[in-house]
């Protein structure tokens, strides 16, 4: 029998400030999402480790018997059609905090399989990941540099098409520290709208393979 499923997303923040703008913008994408669930994995609140241990260099080699922290995110996302990533870009890139998030939580057995025969195989087919970067510089400095380009293809193909997930929306907030509020406003209304719309248009998919 077909299994469907209703939209579920899971939304990851990291920032140590709960007035940060990341937090507002994550807020918004849980009130623009509404009547769909939305559970909301705040790292720094919850005290996430980031630290890569030997526990998970164990894990990560053997692929099973994880850490109770990363066991626990495992479950998370395996509850979630859609996985929003909001943080605020650190060096052109996300935090180190929710870099040691996906180093720990998206890890062999479990994100995917590597074998010495075929080499990795993604087991994340199920999700969409939708990213949702918050940068201080403008988008000609990142055009200009090609700050863009090195994101996406660190985070989209680096990480999203390794595992299998499928893009979702990319929404940048640029300029995320100016003086007019007012501007401020128009550009994560536009990000939120943007992702929101793009998990609302992503249909139900059938899950009966995955499971």
Do not use: C
């Not at 009130?31 to 241990?53: G, N, Q, W």
């Not at 990941?129 to 996406?152: K, M, N």
């Not at 979702?168 to 995320?176: D, V």
């Amino acid at each position: 029998m077909t299994q469907k499923t209703h939209r579920r997303t899971l939304l990851v923040t990291a920032h140590p400030d709960a007035d940060a703008l990341t937090h507002h913008v994550a807020e918004q994408l849980v009130s623009a999402l509404r009547p769909h669930a939305v559970e909301v994995a705040d790292l720094h609140r919850e005290r996430f480790d980031p630290r890569f241990t030997a526990a998970d260099r164990r894990a990560y080699h053997e692929g099973g018997d994880y850490p109770p922290d990363v066991a626990r995110e495992h479950r998370r996302l395996d509850r979630a059609t859609d996985l929003v990533l909001v943080f605020p870009v650190y060096w052109w890139s996300m935090p180190a905090l929710l870099k040691g998030w996906i180093d720990r939580v998206f890890v062999n057995g479990w994100a995917f399989d590597d074998s010495a025969e075929s080499g990795p195989s993604p087991r994340l087919q199920r999700l969409t990941t939708h990213l949702l970067p918050i940068a201080g510089a403008d988008s000609g400095t990142f055009e200009r540099h090609g700050y863009e380009q090195v994101l996406r293809t660190q985070i989209e193909h680096g990480i999203v098409d390794f595992v299998g997930s499928r893009r979702g929306a990319t929404e940048f907030i640029h300029e995320s520290e100016q003086a007019s509020s007012t501007a401020t406003a128009a550009n994560v209304t536009r990000a939120v709208r943007a992702v929101s719309e793009a998990v609302r248009a992503d249909s139900p998919r059938d899950l009966s393979a995955a499971l």
